[in-house]
């Protein structure tokens, strides 16, 4: 992507398909030689740990078309039949169930990382917003998986998530059964389900290219939140960067396997494999777990419509974090202030996640009213720090704040091929 | 630029009429696309009406059944929730309605409405909730014993479908 290619192929053969399409050279200049920070901590891996789920989805996912029937007469049948009949069919589908959840542990981590550290803020806005987009996109995919199996949450959730576009006045009821393609929840709508549950994993591998195109252009940012000066504050992607980002993949696996194995159940509902049944809600539905805090924003405002709107817009709000966050330091270690608000902004999205997952009366209403305004309340309070905030001293380069005053000296003349090893 | 002379040329005439004519085109293209979503015939067609025969259904009784795929809720109201759902003071509701309005005329203890809360959707419990009409276990919406919303986030009112007495004993739905 961005052109730091020194890639000359070593074969004749390899130099003639070179010149005709340099997609090696394309690969060796954004993965191998790329310069990244060299202070990137392990909450930099999981950009990488994201391209493994997706593809693990777009994997697991596609066996499972293979051997699902996406009919409302058949499609509980046939994911039983999967579960029951299919070689290995319970572990493919364990896979790609528990998948979507670690797909969002890993993508709430990711933000975070972006938010402590500034990550969004300029030269990054269009790599943010880009993120934001996947978001979306990993949202309704999600939702929409979740419809297929056709049990009575994905049916209850597929209605009462639907209907949320009820709420818009005028045209709300007519965008309402053009989703549905009928008159409820049924066979139509899950047949378009699956088509673009099919389709959008694909549209998120395009937006993640211009993710990643958008990323190197300015390269990472890093835990000190300033710009790579020299080279001395870099280090080429292979192996520092190859070999961090493997050993935390591994050990992210490891976790994605251990539900897999042994709680595969844990993050669903049992309500599930109680298949769709139109004339009866179970007595308690929820979403799953990565919505519970939007669930929670909807149900603490009274007003329907208002309700739907602050949800997207609790959402929508991200995408203009870039400008409401006017101080001109990135990284949160040198905010004193905003660190305090950051952490009660990650505490409070937990809260909203219990809360989304608690019956909606009483105190718990109450709380989630708190909760939603300080989830909007913390972007205003955002925008008035940049200018009451006094920030810490910032390091001079990214090699000090690893090496300090000291180490940053010495290194230049000192071997900086094999002093890296020690920090990185 | 200096090229381009100040009098249309002919290719700013073809650049209009290609662009005219693919914005006719596109959106003709479009159509199609967006109209496939809509209900199908098949779906439309299963919306013919049904008769429903209210002899089985005892006092006090919430039938449930289908029509163009949607619930409906049939309940034989009892004289004690006829009298509650008519001596509210219809000024005091959010989806202000009174009771005579929502049943036919001389059938009082018949209720006919659809079975889905106007909230989010979900099938709301007969005979529960402070007014023992409906309670939606989903988000807590209240409903009278007229299906008229009292608490809760639903907006309005379970709508009527629209429906007739065939005979004394019989409706049809559709
Ligand atoms: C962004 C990536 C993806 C996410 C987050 C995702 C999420 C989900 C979820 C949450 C379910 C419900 C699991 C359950 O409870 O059974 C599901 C089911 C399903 N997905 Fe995906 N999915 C992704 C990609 C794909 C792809 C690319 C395909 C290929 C066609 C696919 C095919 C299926 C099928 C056939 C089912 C129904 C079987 C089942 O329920 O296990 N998915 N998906
Ligand atoms: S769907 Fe009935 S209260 Fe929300």
């Given at each position: 992507?961005?052109?730091?290619?020194?890639?000359?192929?070593?074969?004749?053969?390899?130099?003639?398909?070179?010149?005709?399409?340099?997609?090696?050279?394309?690969?060796?200049?954004?993965?191998?030689?790329?310069?990244?920070?060299?202070?990137?901590?392990?909450?930099?891996?999981?950009?990488?740990?994201?391209?493994?789920?997706?593809?693990?989805?777009?994997?697991t996912g596609i066996t499972l078309a293979m051997h699902y029937t996406p009919h409302a007469t058949m499609a509980f049948g046939s994911v039983e039949h999967i579960m029951r009949d299919?070689?290995?069919?319970?572990?493919?589908?364990?896979?790609?169930?528990?998948?979507?959840?670690?797909?969002?542990?890993?993508?709430?981590?990711?933000?975070?990382?972006?938010?402590?550290?500034?990550?969004?803020?300029?030269?990054?806005?269009?790599?943010?917003?880009?993120?934001?987009?996947?978001?979306?996109?990993?949202?309704?995919?999600?939702?929409?998986?979740?419809?297929?199996?056709?049990?009575?949450?994905?049916?209850?959730?597929?209605?009462?998530?639907?209907?949320?576009?009820?709420?818009?006045?005028?045209?709300?009821?007519?965008?309402?059964?053009?989703?549905?393609?009928?008159?409820?929840?049924?066979?139509?709508?899950?047949?378009?389900?699956?088509?673009?549950?099919?389709?959008?994993?694909?549209?998120?591998?395009?937006?993640?290219?211009?993710?990643?195109?958008?990323?190197?252009?300015?390269?990472?940012?890093?835990?000190?939140?300033?710009?790579?000066?020299?080279?001395?504050?870099?280090?080429?992607?292979?192996?520092?960067?190859?070999?961090?980002?493997?050993?935390?993949?591994?050990?992210?696996?490891?976790?994605?396997?251990?539900?897999?194995?042994?709680?595969?159940?844990?993050?669903?509902?049992?309500?599930?494999?109680?298949?769709?049944?139109?004339?009866?809600?179970?007595?308690?539905?929820?979403?799953?777990?990565?919505?519970?805090?939007?669930?929670?924003?909807?149900?603490?405002?009274?007003?329907?419509?208002?309700?739907?709107?602050?949800?997207?817009?609790?959402?929508?709000?991200?995408?203009?974090?870039?400008?409401?966050?006017?101080?001109?330091?990135?990284?949160?270690?040198?905010?004193p202030m905003f660190r305090f608000f950051f952490w009660l902004f990650a505490v409070n999205a937990v809260i909203l996640g219990w809360l989304g997952a608690k019956p909606a009366d009483?105190?718990?209403?109450?709380?989630?009213?708190?909760?939603?305004?300080?989830?909007?309340?913390?972007?205003?309070?955002?925008?008035?720090?940049?200018?009451?905030?006094?920030?810490?001293?910032?390091?001079?380069?990214?090699?000090?704040?690893?090496?300090?005053?000291?180490?940053?000296?010495?290194?230049?003349?000192a071997s900086a091929a094999a002093e890296p090893n020690t920090k990185g | 630029m200096a090229t381009t002379a100040a009098e249309p040329t002919r290719r700013d005439f073809l650049f209009?009429?290609?662009?005219?004519?693919?914005?006719?085109?596109?959106?003709?293209?479009?159509?199609?696309?967006?109209?496939?979503?809509?209900?199908?015939?098949?779906?439309?067609?299963?919306?013919?009406?049904?008769?429903?025969?209210?002899?089985?259904?005892?006092?006090?009784?919430?039938?449930?059944?289908?029509?163009?795929?949607?619930?409906?809720?049939?309940?034989?109201?009892?004289?004690?929730?006829?009298?509650?759902?008519?001596?509210?003071?219809?000024?005091?509701?959010?989806?202000?309605?009174?009771?005579?309005?929502?049943?036919?005329?001389?059938?009082?203890?018949?209720?006919?409405?659809?079975?889905?809360?106007?909230?989010?959707?979900?099938?709301?419990?007969?005979?529960?909730?402070?007014?023992?009409?409906?309670?939606?276990?989903?988000?807590?919406?209240?409903?009278?014993?007229?299906?008229?919303?009292?608490?809760?986030?639903?907006?309005?009112?379970?709508?009527?479908?629209?429906?007739?007495?065939?005979?004394?004993?019989?409706?049809?739905?559709?």
């Open positions: 992507m961005a052109g730091h290619s020194t890639y000359v192929p070593k074969t004749a053969v390899g130099r003639w398909f070179e010149s005709r399409l340099p997609i090696v050279g394309l690969i060796h200049s954004s993965f191998v030689v790329f310069p990244n920070p060299r202070n990137l901590n392990y909450l930099w891996t999981f950009g990488g740990i994201l391209a493994f789920m997706l593809v693990a989805q777009i994997v299919v070689n290995y069919g319970w572990l493919i589908r364990y896979l790609h169930a528990n998948g979507a959840s670690m797909f969002f542990v890993a993508v709430y981590v990711h933000i975070f990382r972006g938010m402590y550290y500034g990550s969004y803020k300029a030269p990054r806005e269009i790599l943010w917003i880009l993120g934001v987009i996947i978001f979306l996109l990993m949202m309704a995919t999600a939702f929409m998986g979740y419809v297929l199996p056709w049990g009575q949450m994905s049916y209850w959730g597929a209605t009462v998530i639907t209907n949320l576009f009820s709420a818009f006045p005028v045209v709300g009821e007519t965008i309402v059964t053009f989703l549905w393609g009928g008159y409820s929840v049924d066979n139509p709508t899950l047949n378009r389900f699956f088509s673009l549950h099919y389709l959008l994993p694909f549209m998120i591998a395009g937006v993640v290219v211009l993710h990643i195109w958008a990323l190197h252009v300015p390269g990472s940012n890093n835990p000190a939140g300033i710009e790579k000066k020299t080279d001395k504050d870099t280090l080429p992607f292979h192996p520092y960067f190859t070999v961090k980002d493997a050993l935390a993949l591994v050990v992210f696996i490891m976790l994605y396997c251990w539900f897999v194995f042994y709680t595969p159940n844990f993050l669903g509902h049992a309500d599930n494999y109680i298949e769709a049944n139109p004339a009866v809600t179970p007595a308690h539905i929820v979403p799953e777990w990565y919505f519970l805090p939007f669930y929670a924003i909807l149900r603490a405002i009274p007003d329907k419509l208002m309700g739907v709107l602050a949800m997207f817009g609790s959402i929508a709000v991200l995408a203009f974090l870039p400008w409401l966050d006017t101080s001109k330091v990135r990284s949160g270690s040198y905010r009483g105190l718990y209403v109450i709380a989630s009213r708190i909760c939603t305004a300080y989830y909007f309340g913390y972007f205003a309070i955002l925008f008035i720090l940049g200018f009451v905030e006094k920030p810490s001293k910032l390091p001079a380069s990214i090699a000090e704040s690893v090496l300090g005053r000291q180490g940053s000296a010495a290194a230049v003349g | 209009i009429a290609t662009g005219a004519v693919g914005a006719v085109g596109i959106a003709s293209a479009v159509w199609p696309f967006v109209s496939q979503m809509a209900p199908d015939a098949a779906t439309v067609a299963a919306g013919a009406p049904v008769d429903v025969d209210l002899t089985p259904v005892a006092e006090g009784q919430i039938l449930k059944l289908f029509w163009r795929g949607k619930l409906i809720f049939v309940r034989h109201r009892s004289a004690q929730e006829i009298k509650d759902a008519q001596s509210v003071d219809v000024a005091s509701l959010r989806d202000p309605e009174a009771d005579a309005k929502r049943v036919k005329a001389g059938k009082d203890q018949w209720l006919v409405v659809y079975g889905n809360c106007t909230h989010l959707g979900c099938v709301p419990l007969g005979n529960e909730g402070a007014y023992k009409g409906w309670f939606c276990p989903c988000h807590g919406s209240v409903f009278d014993t007229s299906g008229r919303i009292r608490q809760g986030p639903a907006p309005t009112n379970l709508p009527l479908p629209p429906y007739e007495f065939v005979s004394d004993t019989k409706i049809r739905i559709g």
